[in-house]
């Protein structure tokens, strides 16, 4: 119980400081939005250009973004600040981190939650279910826990490469753009549907790391279509494990990091 109120103190501190400039935190949650927007109008914008894009269509197009938004905008809310680790690295802040009696990773998430982000997750939502509806979803018991489960999976996915690209900081300081590769690069990835992309990349990116696993195949399934490049048909229940290991890995190198990391002297 301790340890719970310290962490609702910490939550509560950022709240009241958000709270004292609500102006600002006004502006910064309606610019916020655009994020989410830009995602879908970018795949807009590329099926302007053609009818079909590697055999989807654009309401099937819509429903693969709107997975990996949903997935990547709560990750984003949740975590998305621990990609701030290389400053608390570089400035010291981490030692203060590491004195206290707490987790290190919930209190870098709770000192600075970016909850400016929340309207990012409603407007993924909102477009969600727009696709679903344009679709025409042949619903199943399977496939309603799905279109719930798909997204918790991606926001899991996502906020694990954000944890595991984020721990680079110990061993590298200026790792931001390459972490930056993986959180965002991932992004766009998963908001195009898999056969898009061809060779090598594709099979690192899509089945090597999982990002197929977070909203092209979870989309199939609800859309009852056959894989163009193969997998089975229940490829797209997988997920929830596809989830799990990458929270897993990271969890291993978010320990290895901080058992690694050496106080800056400050």
Known sequence: MGELRAYGALFVGQWRSLA?????FAVDLATNILGAVLDVVAVLVLFGATRTVAGFTLREGLLVVSLSSCGFATADLVVGNIDRLKTYV?????????TRP???????VLMDMPLRKGLRVAVAVAVLITALRLNHVDWTPARAALVVIAPLSGAVFFGAIFVASASLAFWWVESGEVGSAFTYGGRDFTAYPVPVFEGWFRAVFAYGMGFGFVAYQPALALLNRADPLGLPAGAGFLSPLVALVAAGTAAVVWRAGIRHYRSTGS
Not at 20 to 24: K, L
Not at 102 to 108: F, H, S, T, Y
């Open 20 to 24: 004292s400039y609500r102006a600002s």
């Open 90 to 98: 570089r400035t010291g802040a981490m030692d203060a981190v590491l």
């Open 102 to 108: 707490l987790g290190a990773l919930p209190q870098l």
